[in-house]
């Protein structure tokens, strides 16, 4: 790849990452945010050169925000109404009940457009709120910061800093389901990344802490159960080389290492927890084949050592595919499949394998309405036992953009659950539908 290439894929990359996210925001958004693991990828691939436009992508200045201006500043605010109904309310086939919710979302970024470093800023909320099931309610709320420095034509350094706090899903973790739901966690995850490009090559490291927090859980019995022996501490460092083979196709090589400690040193059965080191090295093939497809294939290899005897160490095959296929302006395909290793929430296991595979379709049968479909098969194994859990979540949403200033969006989901060992929960079928209506300036 070239020098003007690979200037253009790191502030592409920068950009994506924190300002395209709320100015698209919406139903896919919150299916997106509903699967996001606790523990985020340590690098996310940047595989678009620009030679594709997805349907979420295409530009018509008609429907762009215009936001607020000050010199180089601009500010764009957002307000999303959302009202519906579940079903299943607990994620429990054992205790179903169905409520109505309503959720309100202010977004506000901030972002400079100067010719040289960027400061972007992003702060919102989810004020989700239940008719009858209280314990639903939650006050969500996310601040992120990020800045980058460009030093020379060739090296660029970015600060990042987010402070979060939501609810955990079902899909994210091998939690229980119904205890998933009324989990409250608070994250904040500073980083430090320099990107180095020169003709074909481009180096790139990143130094980052992640630290959890989970709140009590208040069930609908009243009783009370503490996650303290949950908190914890990541400290990771992950180094990457790509090499461009040609201006569509990179090759690439990641090593990770990450050393994770709990704040309690015993768990509430007085076995030890889960402090250890994990190693893991990924390679493959970022591509950007111009009106065909775009993405990256990677496989290797991770590694888990605990310091407790009690558990056994763990290694095996890692995947991440992300994929994008361009059958027409009209109709993007997205393919996904990806395979980890993660701390287990079992009092007798250390860690289990988390195996996902995904499709979305995103059509737009007008230049303003815009219809989605996705599907995602989730498998957890707890290691060395056959304690398997599978889950499904499926959706179909159609957004509709009528003006720059506002947007209506529904979504109908549903998701499925059937464990096959009690470690790796409950069984559950929840149907959920919802209305967005978003303002925006």
Do not use: W
């Not at 400690?261 to 059965?269: E, H, I, Q, T, V």
């Not at 949403?397 to 969006?409: G, L």
């Amino acid at each position: 790849m070239t020098d003007v290439v690979a200037r253009g894929l790191r502030s592409r990359a920068f950009c994506g990452s924190i300002v395209a996210l709320p100015l698209l925001a919406g139903a896919g958004v919150a299916r997106a945010q509903a699967i996001a693991p606790l523990v985020p990828l340590t690098l996310e691939p940047t595989y678009n050169r620009g030679r594709n436009i997805a349907v979420v992508e295409q530009f018509d200045p008609a429907f762009q925000p215009l936001g607020v201006r000050s010199g180089s500043v601009l500010v764009y605010p957002s307000l999303s109404i959302v009202t519906g109904a579940t079903n299943n309310v607990f994620n429990s086939n054992s205790f179903k009940r169905s409520d109505a919710f309503y959720f309100l979302q202010p977004v506000v970024n901030v972002t400079t457009d100067l010719p040289r470093h960027k400061v972007d800023i992003v702060a919102s909320a989810d004020i989700q709120r239940y008719a009858h099931e209280q314990l639903r309610n939650q006050n969500a709320y996310a601040l992120t910061g990020q800045g980058r420095l460009d030093i020379g034509r060739n090296l660029q350094i970015t600060g990042r800093m987010q402070y979060s706090r939501a609810s955990e899903s079902p899909f994210a973790s091998d939690l229980a389901a119904d205890v998933s739901v009324l989990s409250i966690f608070t994250r904040a995850s500073p980083s430090l990344t320099a990107v180095y490009s020169a003709g074909r090559t481009r180096l790139t490291a990143r130094a980052e802490r992640i630290s959890l927090n989970f709140d009590d859980i208040r069930f609908v019995s009243g009783a009370i159960r503490s996650q303290r022996e949950r908190d914890r501490s990541l400290d990771r460092l992950t180094v990457q080389a790509e090499y461009g083979l040609s201006p569509s196709i990179a090759a690439f090589a990641q090593v990770t290492y990450e050393a994770t400690d709990y704040k309690a040193p015993l768990r509430s059965d007085g076995r030890a927890n889960r402090d250890g080191k994990a190693y893991t090295v990924l390679t493959g093939l970022n591509f950007d084949l111009a009106g065909l497809m775009r993405g990256t294939i990677g496989g290797g290899y991770a590694k888990r050592n605990f310091d407790a005897a009690f558990y056994r160490d763990n290694s095996g095959f890692i995947l991440q595919v992300q994929s994008e296929f361009f059958l027409s302006p009209l109709t993007t395909i997205g393919l996904g499949a990806q395979r980890t290793i993660q701390d287990s929430s079992s009092p007798f296991n250390g860690a289990y394998t988390d195996t996902r595979a995904s499709v979305n379709i995103d059509h737009a049968l007008l230049r303003n309405l815009i219809l989605t479909a996705n599907l995602t098969r989730v498998n957890q194994k707890l290691l060395d036992t056959d304690a398997t859990s599978r889950l499904t979540i499926a959706g179909f949403t159609a957004k509709y953009q009528s003006n720059r200033f506002i947007s209506i969006a529904a979504n109908v989901q549903y998701g499925h659950a059937r464990p096959g060992a009690l470690p790796l929960g409950i069984a559950f079928d929840e149907l959920r539908g919802q209305v967005t209506l978003r303002v925006r300036r």
